[in-house]
């Protein structure tokens, strides 16, 4: 693991927090192996949220373009008044307990995704046809507000999907509807049951929640059995990089970084943080799933 107290991100390792078509990405599973592989990135994970629709095409791109893969998802949760995304890796994905989990919390996601249109429909052009025109794998893919601006694109609202995040599809616009979620605790305990490894995404960023999760909420998660923190990630700033890499250490966790890249879908560039080796292959040595 990075030693605690490191102010940089590895310069070489893996990108493990990667979306694709199959939630809010923009490419194939197979041009994420393929852009990794030209970067010289040491191997990738995909990360869709709430599913593990894509993991067999990744897998397959893996071993035919020749780059080692971590298969995990992001999971939204809450933990009291806080929107938590949390990374789980190389757990049984035909565990029973964590596939309701998904399903329960994509038919949610689905639900409020179309009463936003709904209420969005009121003062701009678009319908939930325009939506689903937005997602490239139909049922298999996990439909958010990532499509709903997509579709504000398409029909000239916005210029690109940031711009219509920073407005229309705002967490703090008029048309938001928050996902009903599991607990934060619900999601370490199932990720667990299910043999995997659990890791707070971007526990530093403000910018995704005025109120961040305290020391005491993470610690309270520690000793439920949560395995790490991603440090290394654009949203979290120096301050809040200084403080997980500090709860990391006092309790032995493991340090992750991730790009969060989503293709064209956000301006996060493939590989522009990254997680170590050793930390990888403890995650893999922690799964019940092997890498390939």
Same mark, same amino acid.
């Given at each position: 693991m990075i030693r605690v107290g490191t102010a940089a991100?590895?310069?070489?390792?893996?990108?493990?927090?990667?979306?694709?078509?199959?939630?809010d990405g923009t490419e194939t599973p197979r041009v994420l192996l393929k852009e990794a592989r030209s970067l010289r990135l040491h191997g990738v994970a995909i990360a869709d949220h709430d599913t593990t629709s894509g993991w067999q095409d990744a897998l397959a791109a893996s071993q035919e373009i020749g780059l080692p893969l971590l298969r995990g998802t992001e999971i939204t949760a809450v933990d009291g008044n806080v929107s938590v995304h949390m990374l789980a890796f190389q757990y049984d994905p035909l565990n029973a307990n964590i596939s309701e989990m998904f399903a329960s919390t994509r038919e949610a996601r689905l639900r409020r995704t179309k009463r936003m249109v709904e209420l969005m429909a009121q003062d701009f052009p678009i319908t939930w046809d325009d939506v689903l025109a937005q997602v490239r794998e139909g049922k298999r893919t996990t439909i958010g507000r990532p499509h709903i601006a997509d579709a504000l694109v398409a029909a000239?609202?916005?210029? @690109?999907?940031? &711009?219509?995040? *920073?407005?229309?599809?705002? !967490?703090?616009?008029?048309?938001? %509807?928050?996902?009903?979620?599991? @607990?934060?605790? &619900?999601?370490? *305990?199932?990720?667990?049951? !299910?043999?995997?490894?659990?890791? %707070?995404?971007?526990?530093?960023?403000?910018?995704?929640?005025?109120?961040?999760?305290?020391?005491?909420?993470?610690?309270?998660?520690?000793?439920?059995g949560l395995d790490g923190l991603e440090v290394w990630h654009r949203g979290n700033p120096p301050e809040q990089r200084e403080r997980l890499l500090a709860i990391a250490g006092k309790h032995d966790l493991l340090v992750t970084g991730g790009s969060d890249w989503h293709g064209k879908g956000k301006p996060n560039v493939l590989g522009e943080n990254l997680t170590d080796d050793e930390t990888v292959q403890e995650i893999i040595n922690r799964g019940v799933y092997l890498s390939k």
């Open positions: 991100p590895p310069a070489e390792g893996w990108d493990i927090h990667c979306h694709t078509v199959f939630s000239g609202v916005y210029e @690109t999907r940031s &711009d219509a995040f *920073a407005d229309a599809v705002s !967490a703090t616009s008029k048309y938001y %509807i928050p996902t009903p979620s599991p @607990t934060t605790h &619900d999601v370490v *305990a199932a990720v667990k049951g !299910a043999g995997g490894v659990t890791v %707070i995404a971007h526990a530093g960023d403000p910018r995704r929640n005025r109120t961040l999760l305290t020391d005491r909420q993470i610690e309270s998660l520690i000793t439920e």
